[in-house]
């Protein structure tokens, strides 16, 4: 499970969505998120699914790898799926056992949230997966420097923000380092009750923090002897222009947001 984690990995390639501007993709997934919020049918769920299925396979990021991100967030779905079947008794009666009614609202709104998370994750994935880290650093300090004007540090704030990212698969690939070694050792962590396997886990999370607190140090002495001092005064050797397939992708998004509002307002409603 541990290594099925690729939160904040980077794949490189060739692709149309490599391609983009970081800021635009920055831009287009938060705009996503918020459109997935927003959507109140299958109809506009559709769209939006409809959408990010184009730019997976224009990632050409392979499915299995997309599988790979959505499998720690399976317990989440499944639980989530289950209270809503439970907490929603509108519509038609399906079954019906005790206090436990199965209606057909009930259903659609486990689809509804199922399809929702899904989306949302597989959508995040695909702009670290996209992105390289030094590309995401910059876009987020572009996006944010009109925050400059009330002397916020923007550079550190992005550039902490992309470290965090860039230190996720480390720590996993250390994780499971550790809790190998343990199982060398004999340990038994995938055994007992929930107490006893959280106690099995003090000795996997104790040089997980040491690990941690000491890359954290090299990183900052490797940085200070190389005399970083922000952003200050810096170049950069890719200079950020919005190209026309960014444009081209702005005008697609708008039209699909067009499409979930008009779909909202037209279709029956499932939330």
């Known amino acids: 499970m541990i290594k099925d984690i690729t939160i904040g990995q980077y794949f490189p390639g060739n692709s149309v969505v490599h391609k983009l501007d970081p800021r635009a993709k920055l831009v287009l997934t938060f705009v996503y998120i918020v459109m997935i919020f927003v959507c109140k049918n299958f109809v506009s769920l559709g769209i939006m699914a409809a959408y990010l299925i184009a730019a997976i396979l224009l990632s050409k990021i392979s499915l299995k790898m997309l599988l790979k991100s959505l499998k720690p967030i399976v317990i989440i779905v499944l639980i989530t799926s289950v209270l809503q079947i439970f907490y929603n008794t509108d519509g038609t009666v399906l079954l019906e056992l005790g206090k436990f009614k199965l209606t057909t609202y009930g259903i659609f709104m486990a689809v509804f949230t199922t399809i929702r998370i899904v989306a949302l994750v597989a959508a995040s994935s695909m702009l670290t997966y996209t992105t390289s880290p030094t590309l995401l650093t910059d876009a987020i300090?572009?996006?944010?420097?009109?925050?400059?004007?009330?002397?916020?540090?923007?550079?550190?704030?992005?550039?902490?923000?992309?470290?965090?990212?860039?230190?996720?698969?480390?720590l996993i690939d250390e994780v499971d380092k550790i809790m190998s070694a343990q199982k060398a050792r004999g340990a038994e962590l995938d055994t007992g009750s929930i107490i006893q396997r959280g106690k099995a886990l003090v000795p996997v999370f104790i040089p997980l923090f040491v690990n941690a607190f000491t890359r954290a140090y090299d990183l900052a002495f490797a940085m200070e002897c190389r005399c970083y001092r922000g952003g200050e005064g810096r170049t950069r050797l890719r200079v950020m222009r919005l190209r026309a397939r960014d444009y081209i992708t702005f005008a697609i998004t708008a039209v699909c947001v067009a499409g979930i509002f008009i779909s909202n307002h037209f279709v029956a409603a499932v939330i």
Do not use: D, Q
């Open 141 to 170: 300090e572009r996006l944010f420097s009109p925050l400059k004007v009330f002397k916020i540090n923007v550079h550190s704030i992005a550039m902490m923000m992309t470290i965090a990212l860039r230190f996720i698969p480390t």
